[in-house]
């Protein structure tokens, strides 16, 4: 959490709603505690700015940032090889595709 007079994140998410959060955990990051300080990262959160999940969660969290205008994502890829994280990649851009529209019932 970097340091205690300036940090992006901290400000992002304590902005974002997750002021307590927020505060706990970079007290405890400063004091040494790391562990304990990821520990005390709200899941929710974690959800919220990762596109991680099940296949339809990442496909809802895209198109909600579709909705929102949001064009260009930087993203980092899991993966301990290159391949491992072309894959990944590779299947984000599949996820990213719009899904076709599906024909009307009558």
Do not use: C
């Not at 993203?75 to 299947?91: C, F, I, K, S």
Request: hydrophobic content about 45%; aromatic content about 6%; proline content about 5%.
């Amino acid at each position: 959490m970097g340091s205690a007079r300036h940090n992006f994140y901290n400000d992002a998410f304590r902005r974002a709603g997750y002021v307590d959060a927020a505060a706990e955990v970079q007290r405890l990051w400063l004091a040494g505690q790391r562990e304990e300080a990821v520990a005390r990262v709200p899941d929710e959160l974690v959800l919220k700015t990762n596109l991680i999940g099940t296949e339809a969660m990442v496909r809802a969290r895209l198109a909600a940032y579709r909705a929102a205008g949001i064009t260009t994502l930087r993203v980092e890829p899991a993966g301990e090889t290159l391949d491992e994280r072309l894959a990944t990649l590779a299947r984000l851009i599949a996820l990213a595709r719009p899904e076709p529209a599906r024909p009307r019932s009558r």
